[in-house]
């Protein structure tokens, strides 16, 4: 694919990921990538705007939605250390491994038995239960999903990770948590990591602390996940025709070696904030072309059983992640 098709698309979303930067300096109680999934959703409902969208911009959008979101993904492993994970204690280890499964394999059970078609079963639980969109995207790259199956999922975590910022602080108090139990809940039961800082930093830096690094041990659940529903297509593809997905995708392969060296390799500081900068920025534009591919109307009207799925897997990650907070 030329560069003069895909240019157009790229500076769009690009743009959209700036506005989105300085909505949340405006407004810093908004995270970033949620921003940037709310601006391409409302760029996505505008009539003048979808035969560009479909036409002239869709190369460029498409590149941003897969290509860019894989290396977002790979720079994200260089924000978890191991050794920060290990300073959790085993009890919480294996309670947010716990929340992350149950979560991930309840959301896929509902989902079928709602009927959900395709690969939105599989797409909303690994939102819901990881790391939200980024692991929507992720999941959907290792499947080959299409971005319109994407769409829909990416909508209800964002909607639902925006919910969590006003209505998990409101709970907070009522049960009966600490700041730093605060924190845990916050960290096993919101989405997106942005979202998750949003939420936490209200109780303190201490609980904002134990919020990140919990959030981080589920976005490091994102490499076996994968990999492990990668194979299980490998094998289900292996009778048909054309190539099979890889074992391990690359940009798996990718977020662990970044991981590793995080946590062997002492990097500079402006080597992290660079990192985190571009990683960012990706990742925010490929929400945004993610975005851009909702049709609310549509959502509307066909819609109302992924809506079912994905608030019930909120309630579902949420409860689970309080009593994991109960059992730590």
């Not at 810093?28 to 479909?54: D, E, H």
């Not at 290396?71 to 929340?99: C, F, M, Q, R, Y």
């Amino acid at each position: 694919m030329s560069v003069r098709r895909v240019l157009p698309g790229l500076v769009v979303a690009a743009s959209a990921a700036l506005i989105a930067w300085l909505s949340h300096l405006a407004f810093p109680a908004v995270p970033l990538l949620t921003a940037a999934v709310a601006l391409g959703i409302a760029v996505g409902q505008i009539p003048a705007l979808r035969p560009a969208l479909g036409g002239a911009l869709a190369p460029g959008l498409a590149v941003a939605a897969r290509s860019l979101l894989r290396i977002g993904i790979v720079l994200l492993g260089l924000k978890l250390s191991l050794v920060d994970i290990a300073s959790l204690g085993w009890i919480s280890i294996a309670t947010t491994v716990a929340v992350v499964v149950l979560t991930f394999v309840g959301t896929i059970g509902l989902g079928r038995a709602l009927g959900l078609p395709g690969h939105q079963p599989l797409l909303v639980a690994s939102g819901f239960s990881i790391c939200g969109a980024s692991a929507i995207g992720a999941m959907g790259a290792a499947v080959r999903a299409r971005d319109e199956e994407q769409a829909v999922p990416v909508a209800l975590v964002t909607l639902c990770g925006t919910l969590a910022i006003a209505v998990l602080p409101a709970l907070w108090h009522p049960l009966g948590l600490s700041n730093l139990q605060f924190g845990h809940w916050v960290g096993a039961g919101v989405h997106d990591v942005g979202q998750v800082v949003a939420t936490a930093q209200i109780a303190g830096t201490a609980a904002l602390a134990v919020a990140v690094v919990v959030k981080l041990t589920r976005v490091l659940m994102l490499a076996p996940m994968v990999a492990i529903t990668a194979a299980v297509e490998r094998r289900r593809a292996a009778d048909a025709a054309g190539p099979r997905p890889a074992i391990v995708p690359l940009f798996v392969a990718g977020f662990l070696a970044a991981v590793l060296l995080n946590t062997l390799v002492p990097l500079p500081e402006w080597v992290r904030s660079g990192a985190d900068a571009v990683q960012t920025t990706l990742l925010a534009m490929a929400l945004f072309a993610l975005g851009a591919s909702i049709r609310l109307g549509e959502l509307a009207t066909t819609g109302w059983r992924a809506l079912v799925v994905g608030l019930t897997s909120w309630v579902l990650v949420a409860g689970l992640a309080y009593g994991a907070v109960l059992l730590g």
